[in-house]
Nanobody
Framework: QVQLVESGGGLVQAGGSLRLSCAAS????????MGWFRQAPGKEREFVAG????????NYVDSAKGRFTISRDNAKNTVYLQMNNLKPEDTAVYYC?????????WGQGTQVTVSS
């Protein structure tokens, strides 16, 4: 069983930055695709960013392109989401997820609140 623990959320003003981290247990992290999702109040959970096992490929939701960067450090079993130029509409609970070929494992989420 893989456990994912997110950290780094908080309250930030519009235009500010946050870096989310997701620490994974287990030895298989480096073989997993990893991603970040978010869920705003009253909305469905949406994909934000994904990264391939070795970090060579990334993809983003259109609203995150140019502002967010996903990265990973397989030596530390950690995936990151650097979020710049945050907007109030980025306010949500952010979840880390991963798995060998799909997102089988999920963290508990971390709250990101962007004030205007």
């Amino acid at each position: 069983q893989v456990q994912l623990v997110e950290s780094g959320g908080g309250l930030v003003q519009a235009g500010g930055s946050l870096r989310l981290s997701c620490a994974a247990s287990g030895r298989t992290f480096s073989s997993y695709i990893m991603g970040w999702f978010r869920q705003a109040p009253g909305k469905e959970r949406e994909f934000v960013a994904g990264i391939s096992p070795l970090g060579s490929r990334t993809n983003y939701v259109d609203s995150a392109k140019g502002r967010f960067t996903i990265s990973r450090d397989n030596a530390k079993n950690t995936v990151y989401l650097q979020m710049n130029n945050l907007k109030p509409e980025d306010t949500a609970v952010y979840y880390c997820a991963g798995g060998p070929s799909r997102y089988d494992y999920w963290g508990q989420g971390t709250q990101v609140t962007v004030s205007s």
